[in-house]
């Protein structure tokens, strides 16, 4: 499948959950479930809007490369354009990625003593520095 395709799927997705949840009709565990898949799309949503504004910023300033008066402006705005979108495109492809169920769990990490008296060895630094590697 296309990427263009599973992006209109996406989009059409998101727009009929909203139809859903504003009509009302919907109420406990449905509403919870369409308000949890609502807000797993939305970011994915924001993405795809922003990808196809600067792919079509970058098409009209394209359809300017023909005017003589215009055409340095839009070499840079070409290149920009460009940019922009590898970004996007990154990201898109990054928010596309599906979900791991354990994400939303919580984690406990324990540390106990072991032979060697690493425990003692083991400074706080290094434990912060641990914790924050994992949240990253």
């Known amino acids: 499948m296309a990427l263009d395709e599973r992006l209109d799927r ?24 369409l308000s949890r898949e609502y807000a797993d799309l939305d970011p994915v949503v924001q993405a795809v809007q922003a990808y196809r504004d600067a792919a079509q910023r970058m098409a009209q300033a394209r359809e300017l490369l023909d005017d003589p008066e215009m055409r340095e402006l839009a070499e840079i705005e070409i290149q920009e354009a460009e940019a922009k979108c590898d ?23 324990e540390i106990r003593p ?22 990253s």
């Open 87 to 109: 970004e996007l495109k990154l990201q898109l492809r990054l928010a596309l990625l599906p979900r791991d169920e354990a994400d939303a769990r919580s984690a406990i990490l």
């Open 114 to 135: 072991a032979a060697g008296g690493m425990r003692r060895r083991f400074s706080r630094r290094s434990f912060s520095a641990l914790i924050n590697a994992m949240r």
């Open 10 to 33: 996406i989009l059409a997705r998101h727009e009929e959950i909203a139809a859903i949840m504003a009509e009302g009709q919907v109420n406990g565990d449905a509403f919870s479930r």
